[in-house]
């Protein structure tokens, strides 16, 4: 009998320490929509060592030009994905009061309206799945997978947001926290 589909649409994914060698090494990964068809996210961890006014060339406010450019994910680097969290947000479609978009016209909208609640993190772009790849890597126990939270997705210092959350969850995970890049340094 086939397993139940069971959707990690509003989770994060960590490398749990067997992605050594590839993108997705050490990162954490938003899962902002899975379902049959597939499976899209975005690494919350990775900068892209840009400002966002470094990587669009539209005209937008100072407020945005600013802010850092985290890398979404290997596939369609050059796609613009967001994601918008305010503490009242009907729409929101990835979790309570959190909204994914990819329409600059939609990133203008929400730079130039005014919410102190407002948080908005800009992604050049994604990870994604094909039908049942995710769930293939989940058997093989390619990644944990960690309840997600505005204050984890817009943390103040998502460089060490892989690290933290493994040091959370135990000692047998803060082993991996601890080790080093590269094993050869131990």
Known sequence: MASKFKSLKGRLL?????????????????????????????????????????????????SLKEQPLYLGGPVQPQALSFLHHEAFLPEANVMPNLNLGHSLDSLLDIAESYSTTQRVKIFAGYAG????????????????????????????????????????KGWKYKLIAESPEDPSWN
């Open 14 to 62: 960590l490398d749990g320490g067997k992605l050594r060698g590839s993108f997705f090494h050490r990162t954490v990964v938003l899962i902002c929509q899975h379902d049959a068809e597939g499976a899209f996210g975005l690494v919350l961890n990775r900068a892209a060592g840009k400002k966002v006014g470094d990587a669009i060339v539209a005209d937008v406010p100072e």
């Open 129 to 168: 799945w094909s039908a049942g790849q995710l769930d293939d890597e989940m058997k093989r126990d390619t990644w944990m997978t960690h309840p997600a939270s505005l204050e984890l997705i817009f943390h103040p210092q998502p460089g060490e947001l892989w690290q933290l959350i493994l040091r959370e």
